[in-house]
């Protein structure tokens, strides 16, 4: 029988600080007023990665997934730790090639079901080379497209060796 473990993120986040424990400076010596309602930022590490180490994230490369709410360049966040089950949205690798799907075991009976009607299910049998890879949390789906072509510039700017950013 296969044990499940889970394995605890090393990254703790920020969760035990509030606004009080940063110290404010005022030339004056006295704090301002709107000092008491500040508020921290949002660390989206807290909260959308349940366990670090193994999560991952992946771009979506096709619509089979589209009734799921899942669109072609969505950024997927996946965490390998936790194990498939019915229902749940899968990266399953099957013959060496990955793929975006809903889980759905019965009995002996696997099966990849797309949210697509476009596209086929995919069902496993006894000699598929499978394994699931992980399972999907979240989905980042960008709407305002200029921020995605100013990702996807310094990404081909990165890649050219003479326009390099350099820090």
Same mark, same amino acid.
């Given at each position: !029988?296969? +044990?499940? @473990?889970?394995?605890?993120?090393?990254?703790?986040?920020?969760?035990?600080?509030?606004?009080?424990?940063?110290?404010?400076?005022?030339?004056?010596?006295?704090?301002?007023?709107?000092?008491?309602?500040?508020?921290?930022? @949002?660390?989206?590490? +807290?909260?959308?990665?349940?366990?670090?180490?193994?999560?991952?994230?992946?771009? !979506?490369?096709?619509?089979? !997934?589209?009734? #799921?709410?899942?669109?072609?360049?969505?950024?997927?966040?996946?965490?390998?730790?936790?194990? #498939?089950? %019915?229902?749940? @949205?899968? $990266?399953?690798?099957? %013959?060496? &090639?990955? $793929? $975006?799907?809903?889980?759905?075991?019965?009995?002996? =009976?696997?099966?990849?079901?797309?949210?697509?009607?476009?596209?086929?299910?995919?069902?496993?049998?006894?000699?598929?080379?499978?394994? #699931?890879?992980?399972?999907?949390?979240?989905?980042? =789906?960008?709407?305002?497209?200029?921020?995605? !072509?100013?990702?996807?510039?310094?990404?081909?700017? #990165?890649?050219?060796? &003479?326009?390099?950013?350099?820090?």
């Amino acid at each position: !029988m296969q +044990e499940d @473990i889970m394995y605890k993120a090393a990254y703790n986040g920020s969760k035990q600080f509030t606004q009080q424990d940063v110290t404010n400076a005022n030339a004056t010596g006295f704090g301002a007023a709107a000092d008491d309602y500040m508020e921290r930022g @949002i660390d989206l590490n +807290e909260q959308l990665i349940l366990n670090k180490p193994a999560t991952f994230f992946f771009r !979506m490369n096709g619509e089979a !997934m589209t009734g #799921a709410g899942i669109f072609n360049g969505d950024v997927l966040i996946v965490d390998r730790s936790i194990k #498939a089950a %019915n229902g749940k @949205i899968v $990266v399953a690798a099957i %013959n060496g &090639d990955l $793929v $975006v799907r809903r889980y759905q075991q019965s009995f002996n =009976h696997l099966s990849l079901i797309a949210e697509n009607p476009k596209y086929a299910n995919i069902e496993l049998s006894e000699f598929s080379e499978y394994r #699931a890879w992980g399972v999907v949390t979240c989905v980042i =789906h960008v709407f305002e497209q200029s921020l995605f !072509m100013t990702n996807q510039a310094v990404t081909k700017k #990165a890649k050219d060796p &003479d326009k390099r950013i350099r820090y």
